[in-house]
């Protein structure tokens, strides 16, 4: 995936001399995770830069240079990071169309790595795309594969709107996927099907995709057959796709990392019953986090969601 989102960046630097990449260490360094490794070199300093470490100001420039007719690309180095940003976020990049009266437009792209399972210290394991998604005004993209990386995010570079970005970090390199080098696009607000499935649909995205291939291998096992649904948009949502499954399997399991309350699992359920409530064989059940700050390296493992308790939970679904 790291390769993946490099390709993508040097393919509209390459492209278009409005976009700029900047952000914390994503120069000189290449980021903390290499992502943007030899971009700086490749096209100067002037448009491959270091920041400062202030999110706010991050954004906030990133803003104006939007609003003058760049296309920034900007990167919070980790998930908990991007909260000293979300006043200018709010307050201003998702608000600015509909303040100026469809006179601006943002198209900017916010990135930043998310999720835990990499044994990191606070406010470097969050999953926060259920407060973005909640903003009017902001597109949420999670790709869960090297390819999707590189097409959503080619779509959000050259989308007009601002884009939260989020990278699953636990499968930076956890995933090889021959990925095609010549520029290719994928829609953002559609939902991909990558398994059909007869007895249940489970939906999930980034890093969760991986966790529930491994719980459906057992539920193979078991006899039941799961369709798997990858959201990798998480606004807007695909509700027509789930919609779909629902009505062919008439059960829904949503996994997801994020804390389980107010949360995208709560809203995937309110659209099964709204959408599909008439055929639903068993309530739509939510495999989350649970309700607290992610904790350290040694309580990690209790709070990640294991492919274990995702087939607890399928199993449990198809006998209700």
Known sequence: MVQAINNALDIKLSEDKNIVVYGEDVGVAGGVFRVTEGLQKKYGAERVFDSPLAESAIVGTGLGMALAGLRPVVEMQFDGFSYPAFNQIISNVSRMHNRSRGKFNVPMVIRFPYGGGINAIEHHSESPEALYAHIPGLKVVVPST?????????????????????????????????????????????????????????????????????????????????????????????????????????????????????????????????????????????????????PLAQGEKYYMITPERIFYEIEKTINY
């Open 146 to 294: 090297p390819h999707d990386a590189k097409g959503l995010l080619i779509s959000a570079i050259e989308s007009d709107d601002p884009v939260i970005f989020m990278e699953p970090k636990r499968i930076y390199r956890a995933i090889k996927q021959e990925v095609n080098d010549e520029k290719f696009t994928i829609p953002i607000g559609k939902a991909k099907i990558l398994t059909e499935g007869t007895d249940v649909t489970v939906v999930a995205f980034g890093a969760m995709i991986r966790e529930c291939q491994r719980a459906m291998a057992m539920a193979e096992e078991a006899g039941i057959s799961v369709e798997l649904i990858d959201l990798r948009t998480i606004y807007p949502i695909d509700k027509e796709t789930i919609k779909n499954s629902i009505q062919k399997t008439g059960r829904m399991v949503v996994v997801a990392e994020a804390n389980q309350s107010f949360s995208v699992g709560s809203e995937l359920i309110a659209i099964a019953n709204e959408e599909a409530f008439l055929y639903l064989e068993a309530p739509p059940k939510r495999v989350m986090g649970f309700d607290t700050i992610v």
